[in-house]
């Protein structure tokens, strides 16, 4: 068989064969072989919540509710199409799985399934076809209870069940109004120390919070550090925050051809749910197919545009690159 006889065109290919014997007898076959797009399985807007047995918001509630919005290619609607839940006890190995398979490949939906309010989990969606799995992992705590007891009779939570002996937990906002110390060292102020702290930070009424003190100090120190979905999230105390992370799903939108030697590969990467107030500088590294990656001009709070430009069309319009990029999102949370 000769190179020369692989014939290429948009959406097909075509193979041209030619068997010759000894007595110089020959044949020729001829295959035409279909070109179809395909992209990895996208898997946004997972949230988990607590929830009664019908699926109503329930903070005590012994089930949870996952919400999710699935996208899998098609494959001239021969690909598989399967979303797997894995719910697992924190500090434990073996986990309790269920699987369905979607009734379309474009979709959005929900599943409720029994969870304990005694125990924390960890809790993962994939989304799964013939080629690749997409996973998205979160956990999700005990059912609320104001006041809680551990087994040990040595342990103690608010607002939360007492998973641990010999710890006192607290997992709802806490306000102290009386004097509160540690080790001897009181942390409230003297009244004149406080009026003090309210001209420096020009408050007039009200409490003085933390964040707006050390942000009169032109200090700023990170409070919060926490995974949500792919992203590494950084609460600051002067109400800025970052989110970072090395792509793995980002939703593919468009492909266009700049000029005869440039093509632009666009995708929308889903930000946190409502974490970000504001956008105020994007960041992003990477390369792929002897081309670079950079961001949209324009950002949203809900999702950012990542651009691919290349000197050939490595991918197609709804396809994702192999190699994706480091992106850094700086913004304000309040």
């Known amino acids: 068989m000769d190179e020369s006889s692989l014939t290429p065109q948009k959406d097909k290919i075509t193979i041209e064969a030619t068997i ?7 044949i020729t076959v001829t295959k035409e072989l279909q070109i179809i797009d395909w992209h990895a399985p ?11 047995a019908n699926g109503e918001s329930d903070a005590a509630g012994n089930y949870v509710n996952i919400k999710y919005s699935a996208d899998i290619a098609n494959v001239n609607d021969k690909n598989t199409k399967i979303i797997e839940y894995e719910l697992t006890r924190q500090g434990s190995y073996d986990g ?4 369905e398979v979607l009734s379309t490949f474009k979709t959005s939906g929900s599943k409720v399934l029994p969870c304990h309010g005694d125990y924390s989990w960890e809790i993962k969606v994939s989304l ?5 799995t997409t996973e998205y992992t979160m956990p999700i705590g005990t059912a609320f209870t104001l006041v809680d007891y551990n087994q040990s009779g040595r342990g103690m939570a608010i607002g939360k069940v007492a998973e641990q002996p010999d710890l006192f937990e607290i997992d709802i906002p806490t306000r102290f109004n009386k004097e509160f110390s540690g080790k001897g060292v009181a942390y409230d102020l003297k009244p004149a120390e406080l009026q003090v702290i309210k001209l420096l930070t020009n408050t007039e009424s009200g409490d003085v919070r933390l964040g707006k003190v050390l942000q009169t100090l032109g200090l700023r120190v990170p409070i919060k550090i926490e995974k949500l979905g792919q992203f590494e999230v950084v609460k600051y105390s002067d109400g800025t925050c970052e989110a970072s992370c090395q792509i793995k799903q980002i939703t593919p939108v468009n492909m266009t051809q700049v000029n005869p030697y440039l093509f632009r590969w666009i995708g929308d990467l889903i ?12 960041q992003v590294t990477g390369h792929y197919n002897a081309g670079i990656f950079t961001c949209g001009a324009v950002a949203k709070t809900d999702r950012i545009q990542i651009i691919h430009l290349m000197q050939n069309r490595g991918v197609s319009a709804n396809q994702v690159p192999e190699e994706l990029p480091f992106v850094r999102i700086y913004g304000r949370y309040k």
């Open 20 to 26: 010759t014997d000894s007595r110089d007898s020959t």
């Open 96 to 99: 309790v799985q269920e699987t």
């Open 128 to 132: 799964r076809d013939d080629f690749e």
């Open 42 to 52: 996208v898997l946004t807007g997972v949230k988990v919540e607590r929830c009664k």
């Open 271 to 282: 930000l946190p749910n409502e974490l970000f107030k504001s956008v105020n500088n994007v």
